[in-house]
Every structure is written in structure tokens, then in C-alpha cells.
């Protein structure tokens, strides 16, 4: 009996529809929307032609009466849509229990259903279309900023590891004691240890898979490319339930260090981007650091490794060919991580147990060969693991902060509703008076505000939207991965608003209307019959007593509070990110671009690193616009290389391993210069350094001062651990220069020691580049190491400015969230004053009318408006600065060289809160100051 | 689609209003739903709208009670795709029962002097 029917329709509508004009297009498209309440059978049934008629309708009033009447029916005919598919698909599935429905409704207007009561909220929206929307407007505003907040909660902390039995994932970690100091310290594990773990028969933890990454070039087949890979040993792919979508994950005999299996898996990302997702990629070579790799298989797409941006992994025992034997060899090369399964049955204490009775023989085997030092092994579960301190304090402050402004959201609505609700105690007693019970009455009005809430949220979707992009894109990369750095926590693109997401806005759409509708829904049954039927306004004065006018002042408090304590939280880590902007740097950060290359052991430079970097140095200092050049450590982003200095000449012996730390850095001549750090004393290092056998060394202003007092440190010697084959173990001081961060700026500062680069032949190189326009040498640089060694790639480039930024970035994410979140409670708590106080003046029109009549100065009269709204607003003040006081803790992360009670925070928040309520206040109020007795008394 | 011959019309009463216009609107002939729609138009003079939604949602539902009926597209159709319906034996006995309750209402009407006429 149902005949084919063809969705897409005949060619002549297609054609109407390229003529359409958007108007038109908008209404078809909305009619195509409310056809999906249809159940789908009857879609294919009815659906084409329905549209189709609806089509031709539209068409027709829009030749006739304009794109306006055509409009009006669109919504009408579309919204009749919706409610009949709605109808139509609940006939097709009865809910258990019922039988068939009747065809109509059923029961009548007055007596009247949840039905009714919908439609009743809603034609009471829409007949006060300013209140319907200021009111959706600030619940898009509350639920919108919890929304978006939610979805980095979710991100960040509560989502499990995307990986099988997740729960039972552990980390083992080696845990290394120096007994001299006193000191125990997670440590990575090297390879020969985790031979001697994975020897280990009938383990607890089973599988176990060790990981590690090192960045690698890959060259051929398109422009050299620097990649992140992971070394990894077989049954990685298989532990993380990633098996490759093509080829095959490594096999067991590829953990043989003995014959390096030069065999890779390429993740799906660097396939398709680089090998146009080419099939036959697989058994195919391709070429790492300078050897041949033969491609094995394909990642999932999506699947970027353990430590994220993961762009192929090689088995470990590749790892001595592929990168330098020692990673292999050397039993205290720690540099590798180890993850597992707890076997089957086991939980986690007694796994641990067996782990850490398993640590004294791991040592045993393989002796620190340092006094004092052994280590000893434990697990830790992937969730403890997983934790960001960073992002954990980051979102808990945002999600506190994203909770207030929904308490003033709702306390701001709570107040234009009992406003509202003025006008309709008439109203309300009109329906008792019919026979509506209060009960119907309390029922209205809540669903009244759920509609609100409802429609607040569906806005306030689309503001979480928004949010959630624009923190995606802002969202500090330090956040991205574990304490450590060695876990990919999250990416950036789960935060998005998704079902989750949804739900979450739904629960608080529901909380907030419980919030904001419970006041005005007890205040629409509390209206006494008879005497508000008589006289409107002695029935609002009475119940204004009740509940009213106290409760909608103390509205005006309650917004005060949480605003204030937004206002002081904004106020101190503005302060914090302007103190930290302010520290100095120690070098001139404006023109500084920096890049790194690395030479293969293969390539042409990789036996003489040294020369190669100078004839590199030479080439760019030969760019135009470049104004210097050197190699070193880039400031900002933590130390390339700390250790202790063992001993100074001629001063008091240092016990072994207790010497101050010490910075090391591998500097080029000129770079004191290039860098803008100033020399303080002594000379800088020059073309005369590194040449012969006698190390030359620089001193921090600090370092100075810590191994020398007030002593000239200049031609003095000093011992620090850093082993120079053919050199002598002292070097000479032979200059001072300033502090400069290389952490952080909100972390300690450390000693610093600087050698000419020549001192210490490295493959590696950090350039640092002085231009005026720095990303704009970028195209020479390549050029000029291109003509050096073509398979080399620049990578990692990036301007000192763009490294300034992101050192403060996640205080910079906190405190654009904060300060706008803050813009809102202001404004809201400024509205809301200005809205209760505005009401309270237009409901004593006639007692101000007398009063003036009376002779009453207007002064007088304003005081009197003014002076409820004055002590809510201060008692307020009070309260909020004392939930501010205690809410500090929160902060503390987002603190620096700030105390997260500094009363000028609380004393300038406080003085522009009360600024601005008193703004709100005094504009209304004048109004009161200005009634016409005459008119006031005849009013009403 | 066989129509309860044993069953009193009077049974369905009052009808939706949806479900008297179609059945005024299809009267004797057999039309697709568009045509219903404008039929229905033009009987009203415009005054009342029956919407898409909620007419072919009828037609649906008419049809499975059997007041309606598809029957195959007249020869001469210009779009041969259409469903044509036409009210049954059964729909057109309805139709009556519930035209002589809205009748039986005005004359009551009428004697109530709520509409000027004949009736008193």
C-alpha cells in the first residue's frame, strides 16, 4: 500500500528552491525541522508530500501578502508540525502501561493539565516579551558559563583514560633515595632495569610496556620534518587497545637489542599528511635520523601515543641505532617509563607490595655506582598519575566562579519575577476565586520559571558553544599533560559541548529554576482572595510583608555578596598576572626568534657538530636584518640542564652530591650580547673560549653570590658536574653577567653557569636569532642550513614574545575567565538593583505623592527609597567580603607575591561595588524624588 | 480498511474539529491533500487554516479508522505521485451524525436567540 516515495523531490521544487530567498529558505528549513517529530514511517509515507504542500503554501502566501504573511504561517504551520509528530509519535509507541490514547487532550481548559500550564508560562512570556527576554538572557549567561566550565571539568578531571580497563592501568616508577641529602624522587626507569622487570617471572603486573620519547627527522619523501616518536617495547598497541588499522602492531623478537629491529609504526596523522594515506606505505622503507625504517604498520586514527603529538613509535631496542647506544647500554640512562595491567585478580595494594619487595634486587643488579644513592620501586594507578595540579586548581576556581555568577543569575531573576509578580497577585486571586487550588496556582508558577529555565538553557547552550571554542583555543598547553609531562592528560578538542555537556546544562537549568522560582511561586498562592480582588495594591503591600519587599531587598544583598567575592578573586590574580609581568626577565625579550635542528650521527656535520654550527652561525649572522646570533637554551621554558657544583678552589670542602645546583648552558660567543643580559663584571665569552684544554666558565649574578659572597670570583676556579673529555675538570671564572629566568617566572630562581658551546660538542642546537621583524628570518634560516645539509628541518620556531606569553598563559586562561565572569555579576547585580529599586519606586507612587505633597523635600523622599536598597547592599558587602576572606585557598595557585587577604584587594572591590550599586539605585530613585503629588494621588 | 458497519457513528462524536473539515472539505469527490487544504480555504473564506501538520496527521489517522479511503489518482493528475483520498461509507455516515449534533446545537442556539433565525 506505501508507495516509494523520493525524499529528495522532483527536479521542478529542487529549482524553486535555488530561486528561493532566504526568508523562504529559512521557512522551509524550519518546517523540515518539525517534520522530524514525525515517527519515521510515517515521514516516508506522508513526509514528501506534506512538505510539498507546505512548499506550495508558502509560495502562494508570499505572491499574495509578502514575505511577512508567508513568515507568520511558516512559524504557524511549522510549530502545528511539531506538535502533531509529537502526537503522532506517541501513538506509534504507547508507554507501557497506558492503552491507546484519546484522541484529544482529554481534560478541559480549567481544570487544566501540565499541558496547560506549559501554555499558560508560555503566552505569559510572550505577552511580556522585555521580561522573557532579559530573563533568558541572564540564565544563557549563568548556565552557558557552567556549561563551558563543565566541559573543561570533564576534560581535565573527571574523564577516564581512553584506554581498556583503564582502572587497572598502573604506572611503575622507580624511586630514587640519596641518603646524604635526604632526598627521594620519582625516577624514570633505563632500558637494562626494565629488561631486568620484564625478566621477572609470574608478574603481578602483566603486561608491562616500557615508553619513552625522543623527537627524531624524518626525511624523504617531502620536505625533512622533525617528528615525536616513542620508543616502545611490544604489547604496547595491544595494552592500550590501539591495534594498528593496518599492518601489524611489533612482534616479541623485536625487543632484541642484540639485532635492532629498524622497523616503525607511523601514526594516522603523518600517513595521510605525508604519504597521502597510501596503502602500500606499509613494507615500504622510510627514513629516520639518516637510516632506513621499514614501515610495519598504521595507528588508529586519532591515536597519538601516551605522551600525545606522538608521530611514530620504533621499538625500543631500536632505540642504540636509532639514537644513541647509551639509552641502550647504560643501566643509569633513565629516560623511559613503564605502564601495565594489574593481572588478572590482583588489586592494587598487593601489586604494590610485590613491587616495592621487587625494587632492592632491581638495584642489586644494576649498583648507582653514586654514595648514598639507591632505588627502590613502586606503582602508582594512571589516575593519580593522570592528575594536573595546574589545570585541577584551574578549573575548580572557574567552576566556584561559573557558580556564583548562576547564584546572581538566579537571585537577579528571582527579583524581576517577585516584581512580576506584583502585577499578577491579581491575577492569581482571580483563579482562586474560580476554584484553581493554591496548589494549582504554586504549580503554574513553577513551571513557569522552568520554562525560563528551560529556554535559558537552550541559550545558554549556544553561549557554552562559543565558550568552549574559544577556551579550547586558549587553553594552556602546560595544562595538556600530566605533573610529570610524560602522560597526554587530555587534548584541547574535548572541550566541546556534547551530550554530556547538554545534560549537565539540563540538571542546572532545573536547579536554577528551584532557585529563582520557588520565592515567587510561594508568593503567587499567598495572595488573599477577597481583599485583592478589592484593592490590588493593599494586597501587594501585604504580601510584601510576607515575603515581598524584605525578601526582594535581600535580593539586592545576595548579589552584592557574590559579586564581591567575584570582584576580590578578579582583583587579586590581576594583580598576580600584573606583578608577574612586571618581573624582569633578565634579557631583552622584543626581536628574538629561536629554533632548534639536530644532526644525525649519519649526516654530514655529525662528526664534527662544533664546526657545523659555527659555519651554521656564520651564515645566518650574514642575513640581512639579523642583528645577532648564538646558541643556548631559550629563557622561559625551564632549565635545558641542571647540576651541582662539586667543588670551588681554595674554598671549604663540599660533601659529595651537596653543592648548589647550577644551571648549565652551552652558549655561542656574542650571546651575553644577542640576549640583551647585561655583563657585570669581567668579560664575556668570545671566539678565544673552548679551544683549548682549560674549561673558561660565566657566572650568574646569583651564582656569584652563592659560591663567593662578596669575594671577586673573577680567575677563580670551580668543579661542576659536567664530565668534558679532554678537558680539565676546573674552570675559570672569567665573567659575571645578570639573572635571567629560565623557569618560569613564579619559580625559584636558580644559580647559572655559561660555557662557550665549543666547550661541549652537541648534535643539538637551540638557536636564538636578533631581528627587528624575527618570524621573517625564518625563510633565510632555513635556506641557510638547507645549503649545509638538506635532510636537516628547522623546528620547534617560535618568537620570545610568543614564549613570554605562554609562561604566564595558564594565569592568562584563569584571568580572562574570571574577569569576564565578573563583568556579568556586576552588571547583573547593577541591573538587579537598579530593576527592585525602580519597582519599589513605582509601587509607592502614591505614599511618595503624599509625602511630597506633605512637603517632604525631595531628598527626603530619596533617602527613603534609598535607604532599604543601601543597607542590603552593605550588609552584603559584609558578608561577601567575609566569603571572600574564607574562599581565598582557592586562589592561592593563581597567587603570586600577592596574600590572597590583601585588604586593598577587598577595599577596592568593595569600593566599586558599592560605586556602582549606588549608581543603579540613584537613578531610579530620582524618579521617586520627582512625582507629581497631584498626578501620584490621582493615580490608581 | 473495512468499515465497522455494526458500530453507531454517534460513537465517534463530537469529532475533532480537524476530522469535520476534512470530511466537509472532501465531501463527494476524492481529493490529495493539498486540494483538501484549499478546499477547506475556500469553504471558510480564509477564516480558519487547517495546517499541514495537522492535516495529513489527520488524513493518517482517519484513513486507519476507516472514515476515509486512498483510492488510485484520477487519469488526468497532473502529478501522478499524490495520494487521492475520499470518505467512505462509513466517514460519510459519520459526517452526517455529527452535522445533525451541530445542527440539533444551533437550533438551541437559535431559541436562546444567540443567532437570529427561523427556529424559535
Known amino acids: 500500500m506505501s508507495r516509494p516515495s523520493s525524499p529528495g523531490g522532483p527536479g521542478g521544487r529542487r529549482e524553486r528552491h535555488s530561486r528561493a530567498r532566504p526568508l523562504t529558505a529559512l521557512a522551509l528549513r524550519l518546517f523540515r525541522v518539525a517534520m522530524r517529530l514525525f515517527p519515521r514511517p510515517f515521514r516516508a509515507t506522508h513526509g514528501a508530500e506534506m512538505r510539498a504542500a507546505y512548499e506550495r503554501e508558502i509560495e502562494r502566501r508570499a505572491a499574495r501578502a509578502g514575505t511577512r504573511a508567508s513568515l507568520v504561517y511558516a512559524v504557524r504551520a511549522s510549530a502545528d508540525a511539531a506538535r502533531q509528530g509529537w502526537r503522532e509519535r506517541r501513538r506509534a509507541a504507547p508507554p507501557p502501561g497506558h492503552g491507546a490514547r484519546t484522541p484529544r487532550g482529554g481534560r478541559g481548559p480549567i481544570g487544566g493539565g501540565f499541558a496547560a500550564d506549559v501554555r499558560l508560562a508560555v503566552r505569559g512570556l510572550r505577552r511580556s516579551p522585555a521580561f522573557a527576554v532579559a530573563g533568558v538572557l541572564v540564565l544563557a549567561l549563568g548556565i552557558g558559563a557552567n556549561a563551558t566550565v563543565f566541559s573543561a571539568l570533564r576534560a581535565a578531571i573527571l574523564a577516564p583514560a581512553p584506554y581498556p580497563e583503564a582502572d587497572r592501568l598502573v604506572l611503575a616508577d622507580l624511586r630514587m633515595t640519596h641518603a646524604g641529602r635526604g632526598e627521594e624522587r620519582i625516577s624514570t626507569w633505563s632500558y637494562p632495569k626494565l629488561q631486568t622487570l620484564l625478566g621477572v617471572e609470574r608478574r603481578l603486573v602483566d603486561p608491562a610496556v616500557g615508553y619513552g620519547g625522543r623527537t627524531a627527522t624524518l626525511t624523504g619523501g617531502g620536505a625533512p620534518r622533525r617528528v615525536d616518536v616513542e620508543l616502545v617495547t611490544p604489547g604496547y598497541f595491544e595494552l592500550l587497545g590501539r591495534s594498528p588499522v593496518l599492518g601489524r602492531a611489533f612482534t616479541p623478537d623485536e625487543a632484541d637489542a642484540g639485532d635492532p629491529p629498524l622497523v616503525a609504526v607511523l601514526s594516522h596523522e603523518l600517513w595521510s599528511s605525508r604519504y597521502g594515506a597510501d596503502p602500500a606505505l606499509v613494507g615500504r622503507d622510510v627514513v629516520l635520523n639518516g637510516r632506513a625504517v621499514r614501515v610495519v604498520g598504521i595507528a588508529p586514527a586519532g591515536f597519538d601515543g601516551l605522551r600525545g603529538g606522538t608521530r611514530a613509535w620504533v621499538p625500543m631496542a631500536a632505540a642504540g641505532v636509532l639514537m644513541n647506544r647509551f639509552m641502550i647500554e647504560a643501566a643509569q640512562a633513565h629516560w623511559l617509563h613503564v605502564i601495565g595491567r594489574l593481572a588478572p585478580g590482583?588489586?592494587?595494594?598487593?601489586?604494590?607490595?610485590?613491587?616495592?619487595?621487587?625494587?632492592?634486587?632491581?638495584?642489586?643488579?644494576?649498583?648507582?655506582?653514586?654514595?648514598?644513592?639507591?632505588?627502590?620501586?613502586?606503582?602508582?594507578?594512571?589516575?593519580?598519575?593522570?592528575?594536573?595540579?595546574?589545570?585541577?586548581?584551574?578549573?575548580?576556581?572557574?567552576?566556584?566562579?561559573?557558580?556564583?555568577?548562576?547564584?546572581?543569575?538566579?537571585?537577579?531573576?528571582?527579583?524581576?519575577?517577585?516584581?512580576?509578580?506584583?502585577?499578577?497577585?491579581?491575577?492569581?486571586?482571580?483563579?482562586?476565586?474560580?476554584?484553581?487550588?493554591?496548589?494549582?496556582?504554586?504549580?503554574?508558577?513553577?513551571?513557569?520559571?522552568?520554562?525560563?529555565?528551560?529556554?535559558?538553557?537552550?541559550?545558554?547552550?549556544?553561549?557554552?558553544?562559543?565558550?568552549?571554542?574559544?577556551?579550547?583555543?586558549?587553553?594552556?598547553?602546560?595544562?595538556?599533560?600530566?605533573?610529570?609531562?610524560?602522560?597526554?592528560?587530555?587534548?584541547?578538542?574535548?572541550?566541546?559541548?556534547?551530550?554530556?555537556?547538554?545534560?549537565?546544562?539540563?540538571?542546572?537549568?532545573?536547579?536554577?529554576?528551584?532557585?529563582?522560582?520557588?520565592?515567587?511561586?510561594?508568593?503567587?498562592?499567598?495572595?488573599?482572595?477577597?481583599?485583592?480582588?478589592?484593592?490590588?495594591?493593599?494586597?501587594?503591600?501585604?504580601?510584601?510583608?510576607?515575603?515581598?519587599?524584605?525578601?526582594?531587598?535581600?535580593?539586592?544583598?545576595?548579589?552584592?555578596?557574590?559579586?564581591?567575592?567575584?570582584?576580590?578573586?578578579?582583583?587579586?590574580?590581576?594583580?598576580?598576572?600584573?606583578?608577574?609581568?612586571?618581573?624582569?626577565?633578565?634579557?631583552?625579550?622584543?626581536?628574538?626568534?629561536?629554533?632548534?635542528?639536530?644532526?644525525?650521527?649519519?649526516?654530514?656535520?655529525?662528526?664534527?657538530?662544533?664546526?657545523?654550527?659555527?659555519?651554521?652561525?656564520?651564515?645566518?649572522?650574514?642575513?640581512?636584518?639579523?642583528?645577532?646570533?648564538?646558541?643556548?637554551?631559550?629563557?622561559?621554558?625551564?632549565?635545558?640542564?641542571?647540576?651541582?657544583?662539586?667543588?670551588?678552589?681554595?674554598?671549604?670542602?663540599?660533601?659529595?652530591?651537596?653543592?648548589?645546583?647550577?644551571?648549565?648552558?652551552?652558549?655561542?660567543?656574542?650571546?651575553?650580547?644577542?640576549?640583551?643580559?647585561?655583563?657585570?663584571?669581567?668579560?664575556?665569552?668570545?671566539?678565544?673560549?673552548?679551544?683549548?684544554?682549560?674549561?673558561?666558565?660565566?657566572?650568574?649574578?646569583?651564582?656569584?653570590?652563592?659560591?663567593?659572597?662578596?669575594?671577586?670570583?673573577?680567575?677563580?676556579?670551580?668543579?661542576?658536574?659536567?664530565?668534558?673529555?679532554?678537558?680539565?675538570?676546573?674552570?675559570?671564572?672569567?665573567?659575571?653577567?645578570?639573572?635571567?629566568?629560565?623557569?618560569?617566572?613564579?619559580?625559584?630562581?636558580?644559580?647559572?653557569?655559561?660555557?662557550?658551546?665549543?666547550?661541549?660538542?652537541?648534535?643539538?642546537?637551540?638557536?636564538?636569532?636578533?631581528?627587528?621583524?624575527?618570524?621573517?628570518?625564518?625563510?633565510?634560516?632555513?635556506?641557510?642550513?638547507?645549503?649545509?645539509?638538506?635532510?636537516?628541518?628547522?623546528?620547534?620556531?617560535?618568537?620570545?614574545?610568543?614564549?613570554?606569553?605562554?609562561?604566564?598563559?595558564?594565569?592568562?586562561?584563569?584571568?580572562?575567565?574570571?574577569?569576564?565572569?565578573?563583568?556579568?555579576?556586576?552588571?547583573?547585580?547593577?541591573?538587579?538593583?537598579?530593576?527592585?529599586?525602580?519597582?519599589?519606586?513605582?509601587?509607592?507612587?502614591?505614599?511618595?505623592?503624599?509625602?511630597?505633597?506633605?512637603?517632604?523635600?525631595?531628598?527626603?523622599?530619596?533617602?527613603?527609597?534609598?535607604?532599604?536598597?543601601?543597607?542590603?547592599?552593605?550588609?552584603?558587602?559584609?558578608?561577601?567580603?567575609?566569603?571572600?576572606?574564607?574562599?581565598?585557598?582557592?586562589?592561592?595557585?593563581?597567587?603570586?607575591?600577592?596574600?590572597?587577604?590583601?585588604?586593598?584587594?577587598?577595599?577596592?572591590?568593595?569600593?566599586?561595588?558599592?560605586?556602582?550599586?549606588?549608581?543603579?539605585?540613584?537613578?531610579?530613585?530620582?524618579?521617586?524624588?520627582?512625582?507629581?503629588?497631584?498626578?501620584?494621588?490621582?493615580a490608581d | 480498511m473495512s468499515e465497522p458497519s455494526h458500530a453507531d457513528p454517534r460513537d465517534l462524536l463530537p469529532l475533532s474539529p480537524p476530522v469535520y473539515h476534512v470530511l466537509l472539505a472532501l465531501g463527494d469527490g476524492a481529493l490529495h491533500g493539498y486540494a483538501i487544504m484549499q478546499a477547506f480555504e475556500e469553504m471558510t473564506g480564509g477564516a480558519a487554516l487547517l495546517l499541514p501538520g495537522t492535516l495529513y496527521a489527520t488524513l493518517a489517522r482517519m484513513a486507519e479508522t476507516g472514515l476515509v479511503e486512498e483510492v488510485p489518482p484520477p487519469p488526468a493528475s497532473e502529478d501522478a505521485r499524490r495520494r487521492f483520498y475520499r470518505v467512505t461509507v462509513w466517514g460519510r455516515e459519520v459526517a452526517v451524525a455529527e452535522s445533525e449534533r451541530m445542527r440539533a446545537l444551533v437550533e438551541v442556539a437559535r431559541a436562546r436567540h444567540l443567532l437570529p433565525g427561523r427556529a424559535r
Open chain 1, 346 to 938: 590482583v588489586g592494587f595494594a598487593e601489586a604494590d607490595a610485590w613491587m616495592e619487595a621487587l625494587g632492592p634486587g632491581i638495584d642489586e643488579a644494576h649498583p648507582a655506582g653514586e654514595a648514598g644513592v639507591t632505588y627502590g620501586a613502586s606503582l602508582r594507578t594512571l589516575d593519580e598519575v593522570r592528575v594536573n595540579a595546574g589545570a585541577r586548581a584551574a578549573v575548580l576556581l572557574l567552576s566556584a566562579a561559573a557558580g556564583l555568577v548562576l547564584l546572581v543569575a538566579c537571585a537577579n531573576l528571582s527579583g524581576l519575577l517577585l516584581a512580576r509578580s506584583r502585577a499578577r497577585v491579581r491575577d492569581g486571586a482571580v483563579r482562586l476565586a474560580v476554584g484553581a487550588s493554591r496548589w494549582r496556582l504554586v504549580r503554574a508558577s513553577a513551571v513557569e520559571s522552568l520554562t525560563l529555565a528551560l529556554l535559558g538553557g537552550a541559550a545558554g547552550m549556544g553561549v557554552a558553544a562559543w565558550g568552549a571554542r574559544a577556551m579550547s583555543a586558549a587553553w594552556p598547553r602546560r595544562f595538556l599533560g600530566s605533573g610529570d609531562g610524560e602522560l597526554r592528560v587530555m587534548s584541547p578538542e574535548a572541550l566541546a559541548v556534547d551530550r554530556g555537556v547538554v545534560l549537565f546544562a539540563l540538571a542546572v537549568s532545573t536547579l536554577a529554576a528551584l532557585l529563582f522560582g520557588t520565592a515567587p511561586a510561594l508568593r503567587a498562592s499567598g495572595a488573599q482572595v477577597a481583599a485583592a480582588l478589592k484593592d490590588g495594591g493593599a494586597a501587594t503591600r501585604r504580601a510584601r510583608r510576607l515575603v515581598g519587599l524584605d525578601g526582594r531587598t535581600a535580593l539586592v544583598g545576595v548579589q552584592v555578596a557574590l559579586a564581591l567575592v567575584l570582584l576580590v578573586g578578579t582583583g587579586l590574580v590581576g594583580t598576580s598576572m600584573m606583578r608577574l609581568l612586571r618581573v624582569d626577565e633578565g634579557f631583552d625579550a622584543r626581536g628574538l626568534l629561536t629554533f632548534s635542528y639536530a644532526l644525525p650521527a649519519s649526516s654530514t656535520g655529525g662528526d664534527d657538530p662544533v664546526a657545523f654550527h659555527e659555519a651554521f652561525l656564520e651564515r645566518v649572522r650574514a642575513l640581512p636584518g639579523v642583528e645577532g646570533v648564538t646558541v643556548g637554551c631559550p629563557p622561559l621554558r625551564g632549565h635545558c640542564w641542571i647540576t651541582r657544583v662539586d667543588e670551588v678552589r681554595g674554598a671549604r670542602e663540599i660533601p659529595p652530591g651537596e653543592g648548589p645546583p647550577l644551571g648549565i648552558h652551552m652558549v655561542g660567543d656574542g650571546h651575553f650580547e644577542t640576549m640583551g643580559i647585561p655583563l657585570l663584571r669581567g668579560r664575556a665569552l668570545d671566539a678565544r673560549d673552548g679551544r683549548d684544554a682549560r674549561p673558561t666558565i660565566v657566572l650568574s649574578r646569583l651564582a656569584a653570590e652563592r659560591l663567593f659572597g662578596e669575594e671577586d670570583p673573577i680567575g677563580r676556579f670551580i668543579r661542576v658536574g659536567v664530565g668534558m673529555e679532554g678537558k680539565e675538570a676546573f674552570s675559570e671564572v672569567v665573567g659575571v653577567v645578570g639573572d635571567v629566568l629560565y623557569a618560569p617566572p613564579d619559580e625559584e630562581m636558580i644559580p647559572e653557569g655559561y660555557f662557550s658551546f665549543r666547550e661541549y660538542p652537541d648534535r643539538s642546537a637551540d638557536v636564538i636569532v636578533r631581528a627587528a621583524d624575527p618570524m621573517a628570518q625564518l625563510p633565510g634560516v632555513r635556506a641557510a642550513l638547507g645549503a649545509l645539509d638538506r635532510t636537516l628541518p628547522v623546528f620547534g620556531a617560535s618568537t620570545m614574545d610568543e614564549i613570554v606569553a605562554a609562561s604566564t598563559g595558564d594565569r592568562r586562561v584563569v584571568l580572562a575567565l574570571l574577569a569576564l565572569f565578573t563583568l556579568v555579576t556586576v552588571l547583573l547585580s547593577a541591573t538587579g538593583t537598579w530593576g527592585i529599586v525602580a519597582y519599589s519606586v513605582a509601587d509607592r507612587r502614591r505614599e511618595l505623592g503624599l509625602r511630597i505633597a506633605l512637603g517632604a523635600g525631595g531628598l527626603r523622599v530619596l533617602g527613603t527609597v534609598v535607604a532599604q536598597t543601601a543597607a542590603a547592599a552593605g550588609l552584603g558587602l559584609a558578608l561577601g567580603g567575609l566569603a571572600a576572606w574564607g574562599g581565598g585557598r582557592l586562589l592561592e595557585a593563581f597567587l603570586y607575591e600577592v596574600d590572597a587577604r590583601d585588604p586593598r584587594a577587598f577595599a577596592v572591590a568593595g569600593a566599586i561595588l558599592l560605586a556602582v550599586v549606588a549608581l543603579a539605585a540613584a537613578l531610579p530613585a530620582r524618579r521617586a524624588a520627582r512625582v507629581d503629588p497631584v498626578e501620584a494621588l490621582r
